[in-house]
């Protein structure tokens, strides 16, 4: 065990962790955008009360999201300064933009919209949970952005040793992130939605009331219609793995040798002929390369040195994200045909429902072990390996005491946070409000 | 292009340090300044809707440094790991304690999250820098001090300014008091940097120089706030303790444009042209946006926050 090694831990345990609340923060804001229009278009009270119920569910994930978020940024330089000095010419930029056209609108206009109910016109306070929503989603195109030119590096060259960036609408645009924005933001709407499901039927177990039907069934066509969006993508994904990262793609079947007409592998045994060669590049003959040939073919390029990930993480969460992805997505399409032409929700779908909060997250976490234990032994694909990336600085003993520390306060966080969510879950919607003492009618909104 | 985005990210900590220095001592004095649920809510509302916004200062300022100078961002960070470790501990329990407290049964560890967490980042940052320009540990226990007093100082004008009944008077009282804790230690601290700075050597020594200007200037404006306060012009002494930040802030950066690092220079440490010139054209046309909002957020806020009854 060295600082390389705690250093990839402490990165793994806290970005995981931090995105266990991205999506929902990413997902679930357009949710609440959309129930406070529907009460905005329609009046009906209900809306309101499920605007401000869902709000304060969002609120206490949001802040989880942005606390851990800000490790992230400063961890790049903290543990990973070669990497950073390498890189930054190309992969501060979307940063930076993140942060200058995301994060400052994501946040002021919540702050706005948090403490503004009774200071800004309807509309207005409306257009705030728009522009904070809004902002989230941007944030995750220019981190993804930023994600996929570590895998698929496009618009740089080096110099002297370091990644210089040519063209910044390359970057922005590289084929890696455009397929993985659509699959990232989707899985974020089906983590959403299946966190709206789980409350839905919660609540539907104990009321009759319409309205928890009517969240249920907008949850149910939001996590349908994400699934449609993360398939399509996640099969383009599929076919940029082959041309681009063939050794993720190779890890994740558990093929050895280059293979003409290779086969599907469901689990260990179970094998649907040519159907990776089909899904890879569009031809059931095609040739999929295999980790043993790459490694050879790698070692040539560029020397002695192990280029294969870790095979049973890479394929086992390749296996569990769509696994569990699809049975999120399969609950929600049975859920919209069960209740078609207003009929009732059946109590052991409500019951099933309950499952649709850890299966996305989940799949989620298991996307990004594929993702990015899929990409080593590389930072940057071809150019940076991770154990040249480290601090070469930082001790042993300094990120053991940070990885102690973060584990520590996010498990403790982790905690607080399932027992506030299930708090207030539990305690429902506020009742309908009396007209005056505006200032007093959102205490739980704000502090 | 080096000078104009190392303008850009000292801009972008300067407004930084200005901001959440007032959010960082309205969330120290907050339990001190009120006597009971009521008026720690009314303290802590009048950073309510713009402390998360004023944190970006930060990211975005971290985000510039590395995009446009690479090797700095991954030196400082690496090099300062454990306080950087702590600070980053400060702001999550900040954050997580103003966003639950209104959420939970019993506010008390939000609370206490919200002072430490506070504490942390106002000590450490001052420490860091100071460090980073004087190169050491006495240095870094000043300027740590000078700071997180200062926090408190500006953030007791903040709410001074922003509140009104028994809070404002206290708030008042504890702007006197931090006040006279900040004065001698800016004393020290400021003009340690006045007359210090550049501890790589590269700078001037113990002569007056024009990179002296800013740090002697901030202790006037130290000096006027308390007297402002002294007169109840919260308006204009809140200005003076911006001021004073500000101007702090440029003298640091003022060393660190000399010596960003030891063994660095800002030179070695950029991005290429390219880079810059297309982070350049969106921050041209995307900031004067964000401080657009942002300003109108403390617009539609500016009303003093009352206790409701």
Known sequence: MDALDLARWQFGVTTVYHFLFVPLTIGLGV?????????????????????????????????????????????????????????????????????????????????????????????????CIWAAAIGSNLSAYFILAANAWMKHPVGYEVVDGRARMTDLWAVLTNSTALAQVPHVIGAAFIVAGGFVLAVSGYWLLRTKADMWRGAARAALVMTALAGVVVAGSGDVSGKLAHEQQPMKLAAAEGLERDTAGAGFTVVPGVEIPKLLSFLSAGDFDATVQGTEDLQRRYEERFGPGDYRPDPVVVFWSYRVMIGFGLATVGLSVLGLWLTRRR???????????????????????????????????????????????????????????????????????????????????????EESEPAPAAEKLEPSLMY | MI???????????????????????????????????????????????????????LITAVGAMFAAFPAWYAGVFSAFYVPVVLVLVGLIMRGVGLE????????????????????????????????????????????????????????????????????????????????????????????????????????????????SIPALAA??????????????????????????????????????????????????????????????WIGLIALPFVLLYQGWTYWVFRKRVSLVH
């Open chain 2, 3 to 57: 000078d104009l985005w190392f303008g850009i990210i000292a801009f972008l900590w300067t407004g930084y340090f200005v901001l959440e220095g007032f959010d960082f001592g309205v969330g120290l004095l907050a339990p001190f300044v009120s006597r009971d649920g009521d008026e720690q809510r009314q303290s802590l509302q009048t950073i309510g809707p713009v402390w998360d916004g004023n944190e970006v200062w």
């Open chain 1, 343 to 429: 009929r009732d929700l059946p109590p052991w779908l409500a019951r099933l429902f309950v499952l649709a909060l850890p299966l996305p997250l989940l799949a989620v976490t298991a996307g990004w072990l594929l993702s990015e234990i899929g990409r080593q032994p590389w930072t940057v694909t071809g150019e940076l390996l991770t154990a040249a990336s480290v601090s070469p600085g930082v001790s042993l003993t300094e990120v053991a005491v940070s990885l102690t520390i973060f584990t520590l306060l996010y498990g403790g966080l982790a905690v607080a946070e399932a027992v506030l969510l299930t708090r207030h879950v539990r305690k429902g919607p």
């Open chain 1, 31 to 127: 949710f609440v955008a959309g129930l406070q229009t529907a009460w905005h278009r329609t009046g009906k009270e209900h809306y309101l009360r499920l605007t401000k119920f869902f709000g304060k569910l969002f609120l206490i994930n949001f802040a989880m999201g942005v606390v851990t978020g800000i490790v992230q940024e400063f961890q790049f330089g903290m543990n990973w300064s070669e990497y950073s000095t390498f890189v930054g010419d190309v992969f501060g930029a979307p940063l930076a933009l993140e942060a200058l056209l995301a994060f400052f609108m994501e946040s002021t206009f919540l702050g706005l919209w948090i403490f503004g109910w009774d200071r800004l016109p309807k509309r207005v306070h409306l257009a």
């Open chain 2, 219 to 280: 202790m006037a404006a130290l000096a006027a706030a308390v007297a402002l306060i002294w007169r109840r012009r919260e308006g204009w002494a809140f200005a003076a303790t911006a001021t004073a930040i500000a101007l702090t802030s440029a003298s640091v950066f003022a060393e660190l444009r000399v010596a960003p690092l030891d063994g660095l220079t800002l030179a070695e440490a950029a991005s290429g042209p390219y880079t810059m010139t297309m982070l350049t």
């Open chain 2, 100 to 211: 639950w407290r209104g959420k939970v049964t019993n506010p008390v560890w939000c609370d206490l999250g919200i002072v430490v967490g506070s504490a942390l980042p106002a000590f450490l940052w001052g420490a860091v820098f100071a460090n980073l320009v004087l190169g050491s540990a006495l240095a870094a226990v000043v300027g740590g001090l000078f700071t997180l007093a200062l926090c408190v100082l500006h953030g007791a004008v903040f709410l001074a300014l922003r509140t009104d009944g028994p809070v404002r008077r206290r708030a008042r009282v504890a702007a006197l008091a931090s006040g006279a804790v900040t004065l001698p230690l800016a004393a020290v601290a400021l003009s340690g940097l006045a007359f210090g700075g550049g501890a790589t050597g590269t700078a001037t020594g113990t002569a007056l120089d024009a990179r």
